[in-house]
């Protein structure tokens, strides 16, 4: 089944703690990209990626890192979280660039910054 | 970065009645995407857009790629309880590979 799998569903950690959120897709996708989602603020690009080792700041990169070693695995990772970036985060892929039009997204994985 | 607003924020409505929602760009925009998102899910596109004053349907779901190209229209006739969730337009960012998304629209549906 082609899917876009995000991991950890759901994580609750304190302010300073590196964590990462793995995405992994198995559609051969070039394009991958991060989402954050916020009440009244829709989705937020964090990063994005046209292709392995290739990877673009999006709109709210700060206090993001991103890394394509592979072409299925695009992990986000908080060096040091801090609670504004407690959010609801979507991994996402698509052939070519997004502008084919078909975005695929993850189920989403729910960040809590103590 | 580039801006893009939805309205209405929400609506709540019958089952049965049309609903009509609209994203304005402050740039002139050469692609809209319309995305729906379920309670708990990610979002899943609806219908794409690359030309303006392009009209285009699925099933009860019609888009609009304004004149303009500064906004875009999605109606959704006869609504039903499983068109609850979030409408999202989206377009191109400043950027090849940016893609901005607007605040969404929450809807709704009384059976």
């Known amino acids: 089944e082609a899917q876009v799998t995000q991991n950890p569903r759901y994580l609750i950690t304190v302010t300073g703690k590196k964590l990462t959120v793995t995405c992994s897709q198995n559609m051969n996708h070039e394009y991958m990209s991060w989402y954050r989602q916020d009440p009244g603020l829709g989705l937020r690009q964090i990063y994005y990626?046209?292709?392995?080792?290739v990877t673009d700041k999006g709109d709210v990169p700060e206090g993001y890192k991103v890394s394509r070693k592979e072409k299925r695995n695009f992990p986000l990772i908080l060096e040091s979280p801090s609670p504004n970036q407690t959010s609801l985060y979507f991994c996402a892929s698509s052939y070519g660039s997004w502008g084919s039009g078909e975005l695929f997204f993850g189920e989403g994985s729910r960040l809590t910054v103590l | 970065g580039q801006q893009l607003n939805q309205s209405p924020q929400s609506m709540f409505i019958q089952e049965g009645e049309d609903v009509s929602m609209n994203c304005t760009s402050s740039s002139i925009f050469n692609t809209w995407l319309w995305y729906k998102q379920d309670p708990g899910e990610g979002p899943v596109l609806l219908i794409a857009?690359?030309?303006?004053?392009e009209l285009t349907s699925n099933g009860r779901l019609t888009a609009q790629f304004g004149i303009t190209r500064k906004d875009s229209f999605l109606n959704i006739s006869a609504s039903i309880p499983s068109d609850v969730g979030i409408y999202f337009c989206a377009g191109p960012g400043t950027s090849y590979g940016k893609l901005t998304f607007g605040q969404g629209t929450i809807l709704t549906v009384h059976p």
């Open positions: 857009l690359y030309k303006a004053g």
């Open positions: 990626s046209m292709n392995v080792e």
